[in-house]
């Protein structure tokens, strides 16, 4: 059973950077497409960064100046940079396996969230 | 952009069915996938592929998909089924978008 786990700080400061990072268990990180996807308190679920194990990244295109997906396949990790921060980046962070077959795409197995509060 | 438009909220009574809706220009012309979120949890997968229920997800959860409009059934609704549900489509220019999500209250 593949099980997904975010960490990083739950409170960055306004203009800062957040990084988060996902670590993978129960699978490999190889073979497969990997993404982030966040929810503002009390609001739905906003796609903005997916990257396939081999390094190919694709952001949302509002969010894409200031966003930095990348892979580290030896820890079976996979990480999210934002940079330029500001109170609208709050939002429960989830990191996600993305399933891509033909033209079918959907997200299978999530993370538990971790809460990340922009304020000074 | 694309978009795809939920109902903000759907009421059932124990027993009966419910059909949650997600409208997008062309929409079955793609492939829809579901999530449903209980309070304080993670989106858990129902339905992928508009019709495809994963491993694990209940027989009453199914999925259709057409002209411009996907729909979640729930067949003999639980109160365990009480959650947000959340549709999900893939668009080539705007990549994975949701639905604004649909709560559903079973009374």
């Known amino acids: 059973q593949v099980q997904l786990q975010e960490s990083g700080p739950g409170l960055v400061k306004p203009s800062e950077t957040l990084s988060l990072t996902c670590t993978v268990s129960?699978?490999?990180?190889?073979?497969?497409?990997w993404s982030w996807i966040r929810q503002p308190p009390g609001k739905g679920l906003e796609w903005i960064a997916y990257?396939?194990?081999?390094?190919?990244?694709n952001y949302k295109y509002s969010l894409k100046s200031r966003l930095t997906i990348s892979v580290d396949t030896s820890k079976n990790q996979f990480s999210l940079k934002v940079s330029s921060v500001t109170a609208a980046d709050t939002a429960v962070y989830y990191c996600?396996?993305?399933?891509?077959?033909?033209?079918?795409?959907?997200?299978?197995?999530w993370g538990q969230g971790t809460l990340v509060t922009v304020s000074s | 952009s694309y978009e795809l438009t939920q109902p903000p909220s759907v009421s059932v009574s124990p027993g009966q069915t419910a059909s949650i809706t997600c409208s997008g220009d062309?929409?079955?012309?793609?492939?829809a996938c579901w999530y449903q979120q209980k309070a304080g949890q993670s989106p858990v997968l129902v339905i992928y592929?508009?019709?495809k229920r994963p491993s694990g997800i209940p027989e009453r959860f199914s999925g259709s998909n057409s002209a411009n409009t996907a729909t979640l059934t729930i067949s003999g609704t639980q109160a365990m089924d009480e959650a947000d549900y959340y549709c999900?489509?893939?668009?080539?220019?705007?990549?994975?978008?949701f639905g604004g999500g649909t709560k559903l209250t079973v009374l």
């Open positions: 129960g699978g490999s990180i190889s073979g497969y497409y």
């Open positions: 999900q489509a893939w668009d080539s220019s705007t990549a994975a978008v």
């Open positions: 062309k929409l079955g012309e793609k492939f």
């Open positions: 990257i396939y194990y081999s390094g190919t990244p």
């Open positions: 996600a396996r993305l399933i891509q077959t033909g033209s079918s795409r959907y997200f299978d197995y």
């Open positions: 592929q508009d019709t």
